[in-house]
């Protein structure tokens, strides 16, 4: 493939670059031990021999950073290869960039696996697994199953009710329970039946050949299912139940703040965005808050994209981290000569083989195509979206399977969410869009047919620090300085993160429910005055001011006012505090309280018989207990008997006790 080491030099300032080479991973190796003998930060353009210059660089005792990234398939093997300079460099620079670790948790089995299936082929199964593995055998009804000749591990029938857990701690419910019978003869008959037998297991091999026991099944670590028509499936998925024996660790793919979280407050909900979409039902309501089983979750990152506060964000990377690999691809693509950069984004395990198939038995991916790969395509949010083309890219897709493993609406909610935004900037539309597909020959045509569309004339190169939500914020003001055509308010579609808030002030009675529910201080009070202020920059639009407002004189706009930012809180309803008619404090709210006294006066028994009473409502807290006492007023209106105590009790069972006495 042809290499352009100058442009790499352009692209990847203040780098030392070295000759290119033909064979450095065998003739040329020599030439990497050299380079690799110095302690600086090492990134090395192949990824195919990344052991053989690993274990060269162990043998020199480095100890520096080694980076690897394939520009092969990615760039060189290209019909384009001759342009790619600027690209190559733009990778190089991205893989580059540090990124934090990534927290782990760890899971644990013991290698207890219950087998579910319709027939013989469960027992096969078991017959394959014993000696790996503690096998337990469930054979849904009818359960005509031939008897082993010996039994090696327990069978039972009976169906599946729930089940819940992950790898190392599932819990299973399961109806109609019975165990063989040893005195089975030519098919296996089983003892009495019970409901809600409970079971636990580490390992569950699903041949029932019926709905996935969990939402999104294939995501569920320790549970693995196949086709039972199927014996190339029905093995591979035995092969796979072998290996789930140990200790793993697994990606804590989410960190979660429970102060930031706007799911609800008194019980009120507001916002369910990660509720809805978690495939796997790792999220769940737990008081004001959610929370998110990092043992269950699968690490599509959806609820991080839609979080409106950045109380989920995504860990792997997280999104500053993200940011400023973007931020290195394109700036650097863009300094090393690059024009009109498309922006791809894929994983892993689909993306990238579908890459290296184009590369290898097609054209390759264009010369302004610029791959960048995530854990998960799902994990991309609007921050990121606007980043991307803040920084000068001309298109952005996302590289999705023709038929996801899950549902992809969050990233459908984000794409429509951007739309709107690059539209009424002067980007137009069609700037992002997915990209669905198993052909890598569909992959290749779809994007050499993109047109080629203006960038923002004044490209960003800003570098992310902060929090989730801050990123997002910086990012979106980024793309107004940068876009063709700014603008100060676009208007958004509904659930939208961005948006106002408006008062019916002619019913508002400044209650301030709507503050206390409010999770971001988006409305806020006044300790001097009866006052109701918004700050538009904070507001998420969760919707509990307008759930929790007892007079229901909320509205909410989503829209994305890009002079929030700068212009603080405006003041929504204000008015004149009461003033006590006893001490001239001011308290409460000069119209509520002359409201409700005019709603007393005249229908309430205990103010109709005695109207000076009507003065406490005037007055403040303390001055109303002062009045209260001086008067004696009683609050259950006629007057009462006095309490009767144990001592009057006593003394007038005394004087009973001496008039017998005298009497007798």
């Known amino acids: 493939m042809p290499i352009d080491p100058e442009g790499v030099r352009r692209g990847c300032r203040g780098a030392h670059v070295a000759a290119a080479a033909h064979q450095l991973c065998r003739a040329d190796l020599g030439s990497f031990r050299a380079i690799a003998k110095d302690p600086t930060p090492l990134t090395v353009g192949c990824a195919q021999e990344a052991a053989v210059f690993a274990a060269a660089a ?17 760039a060189g093997w290209s019909s384009d290869a001759a342009a790619a300079g600027p690209k190559m460099a733009a990778l190089l620079a991205a893989q580059a960039e540090p990124s934090p670790d990534t927290p782990f948790i760890t899971l644990k089995s013991e290698g207890v696996v219950l087998i579910y299936g319709r027939d013989d082929q469960a027992v096969e199964a078991g017959n394959l697994l014993k000696a790996h593995l503690d096998v337990t055998v469930l054979i849904k009804s009818p359960a005509a199953v031939v008897p082993p000749r010996i039994n090696e591990f327990p069978i039972a029938k009976g169906t599946i009710r729930s089940v819940n857990g992950h790898l190392g701690a599932f819990e299973i419910t399961v109806d109609e329970f019975a165990q063989a019978a040893p005195s089975s003869r030519g098919a296996l008959s089983f003892g009495a039946s019970r409901q809600g037998a409970v079971s636990r297991c580490d390992i569950i091999l699903d041949l029932s050949g019926g709905h996935s026991l969990f939402p999104a099944g294939d995501l569920r670590d320790g549970y693995v299912r196949a086709d039972p028509g199927n014996p190339q499936a029905v093995l591979r998925a035995v092969l796979r139940a072998r290996d789930l024996v140990g200790t793993f660790d697994k990606p804590r793919y989410i960190t979660f703040s429970e102060q930031l979280c706007a799911h609800s407050r008194s019980r009120i909900v507001g916002c369910s965005r990660c509720l809805d979409l978690c495939p796997t039902g790792a999220i769940a309501p737990a008081g004001d808050h959610v929370a998110i089983d990092p043992n269950i979750c699968a690490g599509c990152g959806e609820c991080a994209a839609v979080c409106p506060t950045g109380a989920a964000t995504y860990a792997l990377p997280p999104p500053d981290a993200l940011l400023r690999q973007l931020r290195a691809l ?18 892993d395990p689909h993306g990238t083989p579908l890459i290296h198939a184009l590369a290898r038995f097609g054209e390759g991916l264009p010369a302004h195509v610029l791959p960048f790969r995530v854990n998960e395509v799902t994990q991309v949010g609007l921050d990121a979206i606007a980043a991307l083309f803040a920084y000068g890219a001309s298109a952005v897709r996302l590289l999705l399977r023709a038929r996801p493993r899950h549902d992809v609406a969050g990233l459908t909610r984000t794409i429509a969410l951007a739309e709107p935004i690059l539209a009424r900037l002067g980007f137009g539309t069609g700037r992002v869009a ?7 020959e569909v992959l290749g045509a779809t994007l050499r047919a993109i047109p080629g569309m203006a960038v923002a004339p004044r490209p960003a190169s800003f570098r992310p620090v902060g929090d989730a939500r801050s990123v997002l914020r910086f990012a979106l003001r980024e793309l107004h300085r940068a876009a063709p055509e700014p603008v100060d308010v676009v208007v958004l579609p509904a659930d939208a993160p961005f948006g106002s808030v408006e008062v019916d002030t002619a019913g508002c009675t400044l209650c301030l429910a709507c503050v206390s529910a409010c999770p971001t201080g988006a409305l806020t009070d006044d300790p001097q005055r009866p006052m109701l202020r918004f700050a538009e920059e904070a507001c998420v639009q969760c919707g509990l001011c307008k759930a929790t407002c007892p007079e229901k004189v909320i509205t909410l706009r989503p829209r994305l006012d890009f002079r929030a930012a700068f212009d603080g809180a405006r003041v929504l309803k204000e008015e004149a505090p009461y003033l006590c008619i006893r001490c001239s404090k001011p308290f409460g709210v000069k119209s509520t309280v002359e409201r409700v006294v005019a709603k007393l006066a005249n229908m309430h028994w205990m103010y109709k018989e005695s109207p000076e009473r009507l003065d406490l409502i005037r007055m403040c807290d303390n001055c109303r207990v002062t009045a209260v006492s001086e008067k004696e007023f009683d609050p259950y209106g006629a007057p009462r008997a006095p309490a009767r105590m144990t001592d009057d009790y006593i003394r007038e069972r005394d004087i009973d006790n001496a008039a017998k006495k005298d009497e007798g």
Not at 58 to 74: H, I, W
Not at 330 to 347: M, P
């Open 58 to 74: 162990a043998d020199l005792g480095r100890s520096a950073p080694l980076n690897f990234v394939n520009l092969r398939e990615t």
């Open 330 to 347: 394109l700036v650097t693509y863009r300094e090393a000569g690059g024009e009109h950069a498309v922006v791809l984004l894929h994983d």
């Open 434 to 440: 997915p990209i669905e597909t198993d052909d890598p």
